[in-house]
C-alpha cells in the first residue's frame, strides 16, 4: 500500500523559510520521480516541483529561484525546502509521484504565510 506522509509545515511570516519532508513507503522510492504539489483556498491543485530518481529538478515559475527540492532514497524521504515565503503560498502542501497516483494523496500539510 502506497502512502506519503508529510510534515513540516507551520506559520511563517513573509520572507521566511521552511523545509518539509515527505516520508513514503509501499513503492520502490530510489526508481521513481516525486513531486510536491499544493493547494491554496479555491485553486486546483498544482505541481510546484519534482525530482527524478537521478536528481534531476523542475519547478514552477513561481517557485523558482526560491524553493529547492531534494530526496534521500536511503530514508525514502523527498525534501521541499521553502526560501522567501510570500503569502500567495499558503496553501496546503502536498508530496506524490510524478505524475501523481490519484489514489497516493495524503493529508498535506499546512503552510501559511503571514504577518
Known amino acids: 500500500q502506497v502512502q506519503f506522509v508529510e510534515s513540516g509545515g507551520g506559520l511563517v511570516q513573509p520572507g521566511g523559510s521552511l523545509r518539509l519532508s515527505c516520508a513514503a513507503s509501499?513503492?520502490?522510492?530510489?526508481?521513481?520521480?516525486m513531486g510536491w504539489y499544493r493547494q491554496a483556498p479555491g485553486k486546483q491543485r498544482e505541481l510546484v516541483a519534482s525530482?527524478?530518481?537521478?536528481?534531476?529538478?523542475n519547478f514552477a515559475d513561481s517557485v523558482k529561484g526560491r524553493f529547492t527540492i531534494s530526496r534521500d532514497n536511503a530514508k525514502n524521504t523527498v525534501y521541499l525546502r521553502m526560501n522567501s515565503l510570500k503569502p500567495e503560498d499558503t496553501a496546503i502542501y502536498y508530496c506524490n509521484t510524478n505524475p501523481p497516483g490519484n489514489t497516493y494523496w495524503g493529508q498535506g500539510t499546512q503552510v501559511t504565510v503571514s504577518s
Open positions: 525530482i527524478s530518481s537521478t536528481g534531476n529538478t
Open positions: 509501499g513503492i520502490i522510492f530510489r526508481i521513481i520521480r
